[in-house]
């Protein structure tokens, strides 16, 4: 069982000598990475970021589209910017930006203070490109990045944005920003993002107002800086035949524009959008195209319209965020709980005297093999039938109701077992039944909100124990007190984790492919913040783990919402000062134990008195 890891794991991981490692130098384990790091008493999730995963990524777009342009003898240049809503966390950002200074990889902003951003960060050479909806103050900033030096493309959503530019302009010191015009396409993208593409499109300007902005520019005599037009038909697109019909699109509105005077146009920026492959199950498969073939139809079709009007080849850009984050973070997570472990044989409070069905139950229990598997188990979800509607008329009581329920769940685990080779549809429907519930270490909402919000799925697996046929169809809970809170998984996708006694052992969740937009999207729901994070280099002979965050205190989370920490600390002690149960020197005690969980991180530790670790 390699939970799908050929079709998402894109040869980053492997599976080596029971467990997943990553596919690169050393290929440490991710089990040993997470253990090296609970060493220093760091418990609940970890997020692992990989920065040669970001580095693979980068080297692919560049090299992947130089090679189409060599392959077409395309004339003009191929540019990329990374746009920071994707993930705008320092330990990602920084390591992109030098990762990317060789090829001048830029950064896109969509907001001010991710124009604060690419301002502080940026490499000098490397392009910036400004989207999303624009006041007066940010386009001074964005004036402010040019007068900085920095090589700036102020992307216009609407007629009033320009005419503030050219006001701005008229206004400041000389050094004017190239100005792009977002285009409205006809075309749009498909799947759960497509809003941005299309003639409903949130963003971009109609043909009319297109017609309109070239005669702003050129009264203003700023026509020289239009240089750029661009659209973004949404994100993770699946099929690449609506890109190519954008594209069509853009090359002939490119040409029209040139033929009208956009004399200084010379780039077509196509956006974001490129897809990565979530799937763990070939069914379900989440794009149709390779990142070749992406590069090869945007220079082809870009370079076939040019030669048959006649103009220069524009200069493309791109915009890849998700193509280029999503596969540098790996969230690692504990399972705290089994909850069916109270189904145990232990657990049974047989009486001198037991119900006949009862009794029938527990011989069942006792005799079943693999030959009479199929044949017992039907039989004991026939005995609960009848038992439960005994319960129902008062002729049995609790404790033989428990006792039904408990042996009836383990001839199930058993039948499973006994024909785990002879998968029928009925003992998928039994597995199904069954379905453990995994209480795992970490907030939904936290740390895979895409997963609440628009049921992006992620790939997720054990991280050991693979040399293991797993037995249980599982189910995922995480720990906050919300009934979404829950990843549920059915007989056609099914997760098959394996049976852990987390008394005994460790048992590690890792959930793949969370590096772009988790993490900022991510909510405090219940007060569960950002984990932990560490950023780890991998060598020729082993990793080092650099950069950990812990998890924000409580006290901290305290203070994101704007509650007085020293107030809420004092109202605390006060009541324990002021209680009359306990001496004085129980109280001390108490306040230092206080003290010390205010201090921590609010994941859960243990869980039953039994430690994670
Ligand atoms: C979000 C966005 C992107 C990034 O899209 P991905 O799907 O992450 O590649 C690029 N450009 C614009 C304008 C965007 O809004």
New binding site residues.
Partial sequence: MDYGIKLWGDNNFFIDNKKVKLNYKSSPSLVKIVQQIRENDIKGPILLRFPHLIEKQIDLVYRTFNKARAEFKYRGTFNAVY?L??NQYPNFVKNLVQLGEKYDYGL?A?SKAELFLAMAYNNKKAPITV?GFKDEEMISIGFIACEMGHNITITIEGLSELENIIKISKKRFGSIPNIGLRIRLHSSGVGIWAK?GGINSKFGLTSTELLQAVNLLKKANLIEKFTMIHF?IG??ISEIGPLKKALREAGNLFVQLKKMGATGLNAINI????AIEYSQHRQSMNRNYSLSEYANDITFLLKDISVRKNVPEPNIFI?????IAASHAVLVAPVLELFSQEYTEEKLQLKEKNPPLVQELYDIYKTIDSPRAQEYLHDSLDHMDSLLTLFDLGYIDLIDRSNTEILVNLIMKKAIMLLKDKKTRELLRIQDMVQERYLVNFSMFQSLPDLWGISQSFPVMPLDRLDEKPTRSASIWDITCDSDGEISYNRASPLILHDVDVTKEEYFIGFFLVG?YQEVLGMDHNLFTHPTEATIRIDDTGFSVENVIESQSILDIFEDLDYDIKEVQEILNEKIEKSSLIDDKTKKYILGEIYLFLNDNGYLKTINGKDDS
């Avoid at 956006?271 to 490129?274: C, N, R």
């Fill in positions: 746009p809503k994707v896109e969509g989207n941005s973004h994100s993770q956006g974001g959008g490129l915009e890849s965020g998700r193509y772009a």
